[in-house]
């Protein structure tokens, strides 16, 4: 099952996209300009293979739910992110707040 909705952060509109595939759940917060995901992003191959892109992402493990996606710390962002002032340990709806901050 996939659930898509908009959610409000700081009074700032995102989307929430939760797929439960078995055994797990894909979660992802997004804008325009980047996203969070659950620990099912690969930083790793957006930062080495798909480095001209420049892709604002960060990765939260450990998370079941979107609340926990947003409130969870990054354990890992992307190389593009960094640009935007995100940083690993930071918490998700921070990072995101920062995509319309510098936009």
């Not at 996939?2 to 992802?28: C, R, W, Y």
């Not at 995901?37 to 493990?61: H, S």
């Not at 969870?72 to 921070?94: F, R």
Request: with cysteine; net charge negative; aromatic share 4%.
């Amino acid at each position: 099952m996939m659930q898509m909705e908009p959610i409000f952060i700081d009074g700032h509109p995102f989307t929430a996209i939760s797929v439960q595939i078995p055994k797990t759940n894909l979660l992802v917060v997004m804008n325009e300009n980047g996203y969070i995901m659950c620990g099912a992003l690969d930083v790793d191959l957006l930062n080495e293979k798909l480095a001209d892109r420049d892709i604002i992402a960060g990765r939260a493990v450990g998370v079941r739910s979107i609340q926990d996606l947003l409130h969870a710390p990054l354990e890992k962002v992307t190389i593009g992110s960094k640009k935007w002032g995100w940083q690993e340990g930071m918490v998700g709806k921070d990072a995101l707040l920062k995509l319309v901050e510098k936009a």
